[in-house]
């Protein structure tokens, strides 16, 4: 499977550590991560720069790639998503490189939809043709993405986290209906810049809370912001503990995290049963 990173925080902050320095770090999920795989197919970043979703890919290796440590260490950012990519579905390919970006939505994801050509058609049955025509690559993933967006230009005063919601029941019902007994991975972060949600089903993940700000264990205690400390909030969500002096949590299986645009947190569990 890929690796997810998803940083939302009242304050911009460098994320060079996360994403590069730390035992834990991405880039070394992409190369060994906790069960012995690479995910080193792909990497991606993507940050919020004057309010536009800047995102940068590349369809080869984090561990491997000058361009990542030299993007990632340049981020300053309040919203952050990142992801290493192991292909299940669709090719090694720029078009196929996670995070995808649809009019201000941003999706990365680990997992896989079983008997994606059929929920293919599915999907593309039910969203605008206008919608389907942003799909530029074969990944599930994307076509998650538009059919999440669909969803949104129905109710667009929805959270996030309500959107992710429905989308994933409806997904999920499309693949029991194909195949009761397959039971497909959908871990996905999803942002708009101002709320972040996540869900967790039948892959790992995990967050920290944080309502300081964490000095950083690689540079001997830097905060790694510019302004006044002392209103900081931040989430972090990833595939797996990123550090190690922290008290990294589990999500249950099957729930969607929400982080709203004051950083209020919630799990909502078992919505994706």
Request: with cysteine.
């Amino acid at each position: 499977m890929c690796r997810l990173y998803g940083l939302i925080s009242s304050h911009p902050r460098k994320v060079e550590c996360d994403l590069i320095q730390s035992q834990h770090s991405l880039l070394h999920q992409s190369e060994h991560d906790v069960s012995g795989n690479q995910n080193s197919q792909g990497w991606g970043l993507e940050n919020f720069v004057k309010n536009q979703a800047h995102v940068v890919k590349q369809p080869q290796a984090a561990f491997e790639s000058d361009e990542f440590r030299w993007q990632a260490a340049k981020i300053h950012s309040k919203q952050v998503i990142s992801h290493v990519r192991r292909a299940t579905v669709g090719n090694v390919s720029l078009e196929n490189t996670h995070p995808f970006v649809h009019h201000g939505l941003i999706l990365a994801h680990n997992g896989h939809i079983d008997h994606f050509p059929i929920i293919r058609e599915k999907i593309l049955s039910v969203i605008t043709e206008e919608e389907s025509k942003w799909i530029k690559g074969d990944t599930d993933s994307e076509h998650i993405l538009a059919y999440l967006h669909y969803i949104y230009h129905q109710d667009p005063n929805a959270s996030l986290a309500t959107i992710l919601t429905r989308g994933l029941r409806k997904i999920i019902q499309m693949i029991r209906e194909v195949d009761p007994d397959k039971e497909s991975a959908l871990n996905i972060v999803f942002s708009n810049g101002k709320e972040m949600a996540a869900s967790c089903y039948n892959c790992s993940l995990y967050f920290i809370e944080r309502d300081a700000v964490h000095p950083c264990q690689i540079c001997s205690g830097e905060l790694h912001i510019n302004e006044d400390p002392k209103s900081y909030q931040a989430v972090v969500i990833a595939s797996e503990p990123i550090t190690t002096d922290e008290e990294w949590k589990e999500i249950p299986n099957r729930s969607i995290i929400e982080v709203d645009s004051i950083l209020s947190f919630k799990i909502h569990k078992n919505v994706l049963s």
